[in-house]
């Protein structure tokens, strides 16, 4: 069962970035940039948030940084995670054992946030739908949505 959900998932992350940059020629892609800037900056101030910001406009805090592995971008890896918007409404939540997925088959924002961390880390990323799934709705996920997960880097296997 384990390995399904883990396979579902992945699949899940894989194809929404797969079919996001397909349909771009059809439909221009919104620019929510300045918008979820304005949205992750309220949602640090409003929660007394101390966060770091990367060159891409991914927010992220590091509760704790591991002592184990660090992964690169390719790296296959275990992670526990909630995932919700600013509202604080919970879109998707892993098992406390975590899901095993590859981060270059990922939205941007993991592909990036979760190699900050190494085995044993734990944190949040923020990411801006840029990041995340872009412009387009996916599944329960509105378009532009700024992406709030709490992760927990078990393992890079």
């Given at each position: 069962m384990k390995k399904l959900l883990a396979a579902l998932f992945s699949l899940t992350l894989f194809v929404s970035c797969v079919s996001s940059e397909k349909d771009t020629a059809s439909e221009p892609e919104k620019d929510y940039r300045e918008q979820n800037e304005q949205e992750i900056r309220d949602y640090?101030?409003?929660?007394n948030l101390t966060a770091q910001r990367t060159e891409s406009?991914?927010?992220?805090?590091?509760?704790?940084?591991?002592?184990?592995?660090?992964?690169?971008?390719?790296?296959?890896?275990?992670v526990a995670y909630t995932g919700s918007f600013t509202s604080g409404?919970?879109?998707?939540?892993?098992?406390?054992?975590?899901?095993?997925?590859?981060?270059?088959?990922?939205?941007?924002?993991?592909?990036?946030?979760?190699?900050?961390?190494?085995?044993?880390?734990?944190?949040?990323?923020?990411?801006?739908?840029?990041?995340?799934?872009g412009s387009r709705s996916?599944?329960?996920?509105?378009?532009g949505s700024v992406l709030i997960f709490d992760v927990k880097l078990i393992k890079v296997n």
């Open positions: 640090i101030a409003k929660n406009g991914l927010y992220y805090i590091i509760n704790e940084a591991g002592t184990g592995k660090q992964p690169t971008a390719s790296s296959n890896v275990t409404k919970t879109f998707d939540q892993s098992s406390s054992a975590g899901i095993s997925f590859p981060l270059n088959q990922v939205i941007k924002g993991w592909t990036e946030g979760i190699p900050l961390f190494k085995e044993g880390g734990s944190g949040t990323l923020l990411i801006p739908s840029h990041l995340g799934y996916n599944s329960s996920i509105p378009g």
